[in-house]
């Protein structure tokens, strides 16, 4: 059969062909929002639980108010690294969910061993940098750096936001 008469070589079967992997392309960006979605939702679902079952409802809003801040201060540093040597992020919005679902899962991580201290730290970094490199697809390197710099940039936004708030209560 000459390729002319094939319908494997047809207008109509590379236009569906064309298709299907442009559907095959959304169907994998649509699943790339699942993973950070789950980590958000679990990791911060279980702080506010938490903070909700032995404190006050503004607790739990103080919560969502620091992570908050320390995503935009951490979505700074990602976009400088970004910008500085990773070559980028992807989609803003994938990068900030990314952030989002790995603070959640860290603060939860420090509510469960927030009583070994230093062990307890050590662990939630090393699980910290596990999931930058995860959901970021970085190498062990890149990775390290930038926990470095956001975990850095977190911290310091939850100072900042603990001395607003004790120089206004």
């Avoid at 000459?2 to 047809?10: A, E, G, M, V, W």
């Amino acid at each position: 059969m000459s390729p002319i008469q094939d319908p494997r070589f047809s207008h109509a079967h590379k236009s569906q062909m064309r298709q299907q992997d442009r559907d095959a392309g959304e169907r994998a960006a649509r699943m790339e929002y699942i993973k950070p979605t789950v980590m958000l939702l679990l990791g911060g679902g279980i702080v506010v639980g938490s903070v909700l079952s032995s404190g006050s409802a503004g607790s739990a809003l103080l919560y969502v108010l620091v992570l908050s801040v320390e995503l935009i201060v951490g979505v700074a540093g990602l976009w400088a690294a970004s910008a500085i040597w990773l070559g980028g992020m992807g989609p803003l919005g994938l990068g900030i969910l990314r952030l989002a679902g790995i603070y959640a899962m860290t603060d939860m991580i420090a509510l469960f061993l927030g009583e070994l201290a230093f062990v307890g730290l050590l662990i939630q970094l090393v699980c910290y940098v596990a999931m930058l490199a995860w959901l970021f697809e970085l190498d062990p390197a890149e990775s390290i750096l930038l926990a470095i710099l956001t975990f850095v940039l977190k911290i310091v936004a939850g100072f900042a936001i603990a001395i607003v708030l004790a120089g206004v209560m």
